[in-house]
């Protein structure tokens, strides 16, 4: 079997609501999401092929197939990434799978624990070495995720928001980097979680918080597309121009 491609303890960095799409279903104006970020243990890397491991307490389990980069080098505090350098900090690219726990992340508002599980970053098969000409076609690159053979995701990275570039330059304001450490760049629509219709949520907000929060795991409840024990999750990503083939990872869920 194929271990991670990123060995632990790197650093995990991902970005939050970076896709157009994804910013639809989650309940935001596109046009007004900034750069955000937040980290994921070093702990939740695993393999292409490695189970998810789902805690027991977890009902609520939500895949999203991100582009990883992998750093070539130092990103030090101040630095500012144009898109024509952004070969010198990133060596390569993987599959990532943004594994997350969305019972735990919006009842504590706390996107570490939900996706820092053990098994909650799956990684590979591959990484794949580019150079400037293949970071100069990063929009055509091409993410897939399918559950039980349904496709589920489908998108290019010109739907995304924030582009690496821009990224790293907002990343560095705070974060350093080094050589091998992973930043998840977002994940497109298509995930099980989606917010409620705008009228739908503007009546919640005259409820209180903890009973808005029931209302919204009860419908939850019904909701058929989040991972159960036994499924069987495939990512993939592509850039066909460049003949770049990341690869396809296949994880199967199952109980802790």
């Excluded at 890397?45 to 991100?66: A, C, M, N, Q, T």
């Excluded at 705008?198 to 929060?213: C, D, H, K, M, T």
Aim: charged share 20%; proline share 7%; hydrophobic share 40%.
């Amino acid at each position: 079997m194929l271990l991670s491609p990123v060995t632990t303890p790197a650093r995990v960095v991902a970005q939050m609501v970076n896709y157009r799409t994804h910013a639809v279903d989650s309940g935001f104006d596109p046009d007004r999401v900034p750069a955000a970020f937040f980290r994921k243990a070093s702990g939740s890397v695993s393999g292409p092929g490695d189970d998810i491991v789902r805690p027991s307490h977890v009902k609520f389990l939500d895949y999203e197939v991100e582009l990883g980069l992998v750093f070539a080098g130092p990103l030090t505090i101040g630095t500012v990434v144009n898109p024509g350098d952004l070969a010198r900090y990133v060596a390569g690219l993987v599959v990532t799978n943004d594994v997350s726990a969305r019972d735990v992340q919006l009842t504590k508002t706390q996107f570490y624990e939900a996706k820092s599980y053990p098994t909650f970053t799956p990684v590979g098969p591959y990484l794949t070495l580019v150079d400037a000409d293949d970071l100069a076609a990063l929009d055509e690159v091409r993410l897939t995720l399918s559950v039980n053979g349904e496709k589920r995701q489908d998108s290019t990275v010109a739907d995304m928001i924030v582009k690496p570039a821009a990224a790293l330059t907002a990343l560095a304001r705070f974060q350093t980097m080094d050589a091998g450490d992973l930043l998840l760049t977002g994940t497109p629509g298509g995930t099980a979680l989606k917010a409620p219709p705008p009228l739908v949520n503007r009546l919640a907000g005259l409820l209180s918080p903890a009973r808005r929060l029931e209302i919204f795991f009860k419908r939850q409840a019904t909701n058929l597309r989040y991972l159960q024990d036994g499924d069987v999750v495939s990512a993939s990503i592509t850039l066909p121009r460049r003949g770049l083939d990341l690869g396809t990872q296949t994880t199967v869920v199952r109980a802790k």
